[in-house]
């Protein structure tokens, strides 16, 4: 799925290239070119998993509680 952002009339590069860099972060896409740079055995990919849905169930739990 290309990213396209269209140049606004009398618009700076550096604004457009700011609004691109934007819509890149929000999608994910640099997150996952990084993850994917190298392999990652599948028993690598449970454990950080495990991890993030634990990290994610203590802040669940932490904010529940009050």
């Known amino acids: 799925m290309p990213v396209e952002v269209r140049m606004r009339k009398g618009e700076a590069m550096e604004k457009a290239l700011r609004r691109l860099k934007k819509k890149i972060d929000r999608e994910g896409i640099i997150r996952d ?3 994917k740079r190298y392999f990652e ?3 690598e990919i449970k454990r950080r998993k ?3 849905a634990a990290f ?3 802040l669940r739990q ?3 509680n009050r």
């Open 62 to 64: 932490r904010y529940e």
């Open 50 to 52: 495990r991890k993030i």
């Open 56 to 58: 994610n169930n203590m």
């Open 41 to 43: 055995k599948p028993c």
């Open 33 to 35: 070119v990084r993850q």
